[in-house]
């Protein structure tokens, strides 16, 4: 019986050891933690940190403050032209007939319709030399403003199915693509572009007529006037 208790008693102090040993590895754990974060830690701001949790006054000039900040709006718009005029618009389109294009300005955005019969050619995506050039010239104007461009292109409803363009939403998303690549190669941000095709629907006059069906082929493009953005 003296035996099975003596070992029993062993038993007990040889675990003890294990315990003191996990209190003294966290001890040592806490302390270079502690030591790491004292050297890591800027010193005006650890001083600033220990004044607080202590409950002594804290000199504001320790710490940044928020209002010391500038605004992120005047930030952002810092290097950025102003929004493109109406002016400068037309004075970017002016080698284009009245006729095939309308320009619509408010406060809040430009927009700008161009009619497909005059830019593209019948059931393709493509524009030609002189075409590009005037493309070209809005996109040199709209460069560097930082506006919001969505582009659009509609039909009229004459289905259309060949290998390129399945059905007329293909054909309307592709119009409206070629513009957005125009504009990308005379360095506007592709981030501010969205393009959307529309195919037939939301048409301006009834597709019965010839008249009515060259009116629905158009692609319209909308400069947001208000929100300019820098992704700089």
Do not use: C
């Not at 040889?14 to 790491?36: N, Q, R, Y």
């Not at 718009?77 to 109406?86: M, R």
């Not at 095939?100 to 019969?117: A, F, G, M, Q, W």
């Amino acid at each position: 019986m003296s035996r099975r208790r003596r070992g029993h008693d062993e038993g007990a102090h040889g675990g003890a050891w294990k315990i003191a040993l996990a209190d003294l590895m966290t001890v040592l754990m806490v302390f270079f933690l502690v030591m790491w974060l004292m050297a890591a830690v800027d010193p005006k701001e650890r001083d600033a940190f220990v004044q607080s949790i202590s409950g002594e006054p804290v000199d504001s000039g320790d710490i940044p403050m928020l209002d010391s900040v500038p605004p992120q709006s005047d930030v952002i718009q810092l290097d950025l032209k102003p929004p493109a005029s109406q002016a400068e618009i037309e004075a970017a389109m002016k080698d284009i007939s009245p006729k095939d294009i309308n320009i619509e300005d408010t406060p809040e955005y430009t927009r700008i319709t161009l009619k497909s019969d005059s830019f593209f050619e019948s059931a393709r995506a493509t524009i030609n030399d002189n075409t590009r050039a005037q493309l070209e010239k809005l996109g040199e104007t709209l460069a560097g403003r930082g506006q919001y461009i969505s582009i659009t292109g509609y039909t009229d409803n004459l289905p259309i199915n060949n290998f390129q363009f399945p059905s007329n939403w293909e054909l309307s998303a592709a119009r409206a693509a070629t513009v957005a690549r125009t504009f990308i190669d005379m360095e506007v941000d592709p981030r501010l572009i969205t393009i959307e095709g529309k195919a037939d629907n939301d048409a301006v006059a009834p597709n019965k007529t010839a008249y009515g069906r060259s009116l629905n082929r158009r692609v319209i493009i909308l400069i947001d006037k208000v929100t300019p953005v820098s992704f700089d």
